[in-house]
């Protein structure tokens, strides 16, 4: 009958390599933990609704939306200003309101993120226009449009 040998451990890896392995079983380092969390509040801020609008969550997704894809701006600048003015000036004054708008886009984003538990702005209103980044896609006279209710005539009743 055999019998069955103890298998030894591999050299130099003592208690410290019990615990490295442990941990990488568990998973849950703090690091690992902050991840997770901040995953979920990220997820919970993109997927507010309507009902939500203009509250915290919103504004930590608009703050994470303008820190990371503030870039987009760029372009977008420099088609509506091709669009508008022609190529040349696309090219030259388009392209400076874009690097502007991103530096801009990038700061308040960082703001709103920092900033998201706090009312500021009042009533978590956002600072720019439009409020994320892709809204700058959007035709020029469709932003304004939105932003701007349309007003009534003074001399009109209503029925």
């Known amino acids: 009958m055999r019998q069955s040998m103890p298998i030894p451990s591999k050299p130099g890896r003592g208690s410290a390599g019990r615990a490295r392995s442990h941990r ?10 902050f991840v997770r ?7 919970l801020a993109l997927l507010a609704g309507p009902a939500a609008a203009d509250s915290s969550p919103r504004k930590l997704g ?12 760029l372009p977008a600048k420099v088609i509506e200003t091709t669009r508008a003015h022609g190529p040349f000036v696309g090219a030259t004054w388009g392209l400076m309101k874009g690097l502007g708008w991103v530096v ?6 960082l ?4 900033t998201c538990p706090f009312e500021t702005p009042p ?11 892709w809204g700058h896609y959007q035709d020029a006279e469709k932003r304004k449009a939105k932003a701007e209710p349309k007003r009534r005539s ?4 209503d029925r």
């Open 154 to 157: 003074v001399f009109t009743r």
């Open 62 to 73: 608009r703050g994470l939306a303008n820190l990371t894809t503030g870039v987009i701006v």
């Open 123 to 133: 009533d978590f209103k956002p600072i720019l226009q439009p409020e994320f980044p």
């Open 104 to 109: 801009a886009t990038e700061t308040i984003g």
């Open 111 to 114: 703001f709103e993120l920092v």
């Open 37 to 43: 969390t901040f995953g979920l509040l990220c997820a």
């Open 24 to 33: 990488a079983r568990v998973g849950r380092t703090a690091s690992g933990e």
